[in-house]
């Protein structure tokens, strides 16, 4: 059985997908937590000068996304074939479409500059990508089940972390006003896991 290791910050974050992913298959790992104070004489050690990181047996991969997909083909959470394979990453990319008008509003220089970027994602980028997400959602058994096949996979953990947990409490404020019922019945069943539920009432607290 490997021996895995996650280095992240004490955050959600960029390693909160494969988090849930250990949760969910229940396999255990080392989740390790660095606090920013460490990370200037940890960060040289890192392949690539950044987190997060995952450990396999003595074998480092960086990368979030690189480790989320790996993490899914070994605990069976990408597709049962290439095309349910290829249907995930359509999720995974409008996903990182919908982390651009984020990441914009989360890092502007000026507190006129983020409010202006939150009203435009609230009103127009959250809407949008969200409606995205409905319809493929739709297009899978009319959306009552999951992204892609009969049962969880990447694209549905992605998701949740990304819509329904990457901003806490706040998440609803930005994406979940909007009109996209199946949306949001999505993210309460993954919610309601046993596994994940698990995991989002027993991990550390932090902000984002």
């Known amino acids: 059985m490997p021996t895995y290791k996650l280095t992240y910050f004490n955050s959600r974050g960029a390693a909160e997908v494969s988090r849930l992913i250990f949760a969910l298959v229940e396999q255990e790992y080392e989740d390790i937590r660095v606090e920013r104070s460490e990370w200037e004489k940890l960060k040289p050690e890192t392949p690539l000068g950044q987190?997060?990181?995952?450990?396999?047996?003595?074998?480092?991969?960086p990368q979030s996304l690189a480790i989320n997909r790996f993490l899914a083909r070994t605990f069976n959470l990408y597709g049962e074939n290439d095309w349910e394979k290829a249907?995930?990453?359509?999720?995974?990319?409008?996903?990182q479409d919908l982390f651009y008008p984020?990441?914009?509003?989360?890092?502007?220089?000026?507190d006129e500059l983020k409010a202006r970027y939150k009203?435009?994602?609230?009103?127009v980028q959250g809407p949008k990508y969200c409606g995205f997400l409905e319809k493929l959602l739709k297009a899978n058994n009319g959306g009552d089940g999951f992204f892609v096949g009969s049962k969880v996979s990447l694209a549905d953990i992605v998701v949740f972390a990304a819509v329904?947990?990457?901003?806490?409490?706040?998440?609803r404020d930005y994406y979940l006003d909007h009109k996209e019922p199946?949306?949001?019945a999505l993210i309460e069943r993954i919610r309601a896991i046993p596994q994940i539920n698990t995991w989002l009432q027993t991990r550390p607290k932090t902000e984002l």
């Open 51 to 61: 987190l997060p990181i995952l450990n396999v047996d003595g074998k480092v991969l």
């Open 87 to 95: 249907e995930i990453d359509a999720v995974l990319e409008v996903v």
């Open 102 to 110: 984020v990441r914009k509003m989360f890092y502007a220089d000026t």
């Open 119 to 123: 009203k435009e994602f609230v009103d």
């Open 164 to 171: 329904g947990d990457a901003l806490g409490d706040k998440s």
């Open 182 to 184: 199946k949306l949001k």
